[in-house]
Each structure stands twice: as C-alpha cells, then as structure tokens.
C-alpha cells in the first residue's frame, strides 16, 4: 500500500475526511520527516509505516477535539500533532512550540517548501511565550505528566479555552494530581488505526 492509500484509509476509519490535496501535503511532510530524521534524530521510530500509525494518524485522532480558531501546541517536537492539525485546517492558526532548535529548523523548513502559512514556529520554553490568554487550545502529547502540562500552560489558553492532552492509558494517578486551577471536563478514548495501545484525550478547563 502506497503512503498515500496508508493515510486515506487510516483517517477513514477515524471518520476524517481528507481532500487528496490535503493527504498528499501528508505525504510530503511525512518524506520531510523521514529524510531529517536520518540526519537529527527528530523521533525515535524510523519504520515509515510505524511513523504512519504512530505520529501521523495518532495525530488525526486529534481533529474532531479542535473546534476553536486559535491553537498552540507545546512541546511540538517534529509537529506532532500540530503540523498535521495545520495541514489539514488551512483556515486555523497554529503555534508549534519547542525549546529544542533542531526540531523547530525542522518545522521552519516544512512551512517553506510545503507553504503552509497557517503556522508560526516558536523555538523557545513555554513559559518565555508571550501570547497568554490568547489560544483556544492548549495541546500537547509530549508532556511527561498533566502536572507538568498545566502548571507550564496554565496562562496560555483564553477565559472560553481548554487544555487536551494526549494520553496513552486511562491516566488515573496524573489526573489525582492535578492542580487545583483546573477540572477535567472529560476523557475521550481514542481509537488510532494499527495501534494497539490504549490512547485517551484529556480536557481540562480552568476554573472560573
């Protein structure tokens, strides 16, 4: 099965109805990812097809949670998930933010050579961002803990805003430690195509 076809199918059966346009921008990012990959160590998986289930489609199992206008992704690493949310809501704007430089050179070059204008590459730490109170979501699926994530994201999405979190297991230990700033509106359990593992969406909101 081509790269293409890989795609298309997988986000079919999670409901997303992509333009082929949009999957091919897929695929040309996916060959980015694969070539800079060999060279700066982006992520750790280098199976094309794992790459396929593991980042891009993990990533699609996103789309039905983005409802708002503005959204940043913390800890972004090569995009994950928030190059391919941009690619495939052209009319949204997206932040992807990163400390580490080679990462965020990483994402620089993908915005250039595929135009996607819809992104603004941060390379800097979460608490430095200077556009607070301003996204509609707050996103992230690298942060070690939601602990983490809140405590470094709390000032970051609007009054109306919200925080998800990508998850693998039904996060029971982290969701007892969260701060008291926010409450859990709910979890969703996602289903990714080829992955076996169990993955959840956390949402969380600040309290009023």
Same mark, same amino acid.
């Given at each position: ?61 996103? #789309? $039905?949670?983005?409802? +708002? ?5 913390? *800890?972004?690493? !090569? ?5 391919? =949310? ?69 000032? #970051? $999405?609007?009054?109306? +805003? ?5 998850? *693998?297991?039904? !996060? ?5 430690? =969260? ?30």
């Amino acid at each position: 099965m081509t790269h293409f076809a890989a795609i298309q199918k997988g986000a079919l059966q999670m409901g997303a109805h992509l333009s082929d346009k949009t999957i091919q921008t897929l695929v040309d990012y996916l060959a980015m990812l694969q070539k800079w990959n060999k060279a700066y160590n982006l992520t750790a998986i280098r199976d094309v097809d794992q790459m396929i289930s593991l980042h891009l489609l993990d990533s699609l199992a996103t #789309l $039905p949670f983005i409802k +708002g206008e503005r959204i940043i992704d913390v *800890g972004t690493g !090569p995009g994950l998930p928030g190059m391919v =949310l941009a690619i495939c809501y052209p009319e949204k704007h997206f932040t992807l933010l990163d400390s580490n430089g080679k990462k965020t050179r990483f994402l620089t070059q993908v915005k250039m050579e595929l135009g996607i204008d819809n992104v603004t590459v941060a390379n800097e730490r979460v608490e430095k961002h200077a556009h607070q109170g301003e996204y509609d979501h707050v996103i992230s699926r690298a942060f070690a803990s939601l602990q983490d994530m809140i405590n470094w994201t709390l000032p #970051l $999405p609007k009054d109306t +805003g919200n925080f998800l979190a990508m998850k *693998g297991v039904h !996060p029971d230990k982290e969701l007892a430690d =969260l701060p008291s700033e926010v409450e859990v509106v709910d979890i969703k359990s996602l289903n990714v195509p080829n992955i076996q593992a169990e993955r959840h969406m956390v949402i969380m909101v600040r309290k009023g």
